[in-house]
């Protein structure tokens, strides 16, 4: 399970956290940590409830490669 987590978040931890911690400072309530991240909520907004079906087949393709 690590290795595909490793495989898919290209974000460095360090990096990670920096965004983190600037949104908090900035009072926000979403940090969206590296390209996937911003991807998702992309999908999410344009396929609405779409996408709660289409996410698991998109794990399914990324786990296989």
Request: zero cysteines; hydrophobic letters at 45%.
């Amino acid at each position: 399970r690590a290795d595909g987590f490793d495989r898919l978040a290209r974000t460095e931890p360090d990096q990670a956290a920096q965004v983190i911690l600037r949104r908090v400072r900035q009072g926000r309530a979403r940090a969206l940590v590296g390209a996937d991240a911003r991807a998702a909520l992309l999908a999410e907004r344009a396929l609405g409830g779409t996408y709660q079906r289409v996410v698991p087949w998109f794990a399914r393709l990324a786990r296989s490669r």
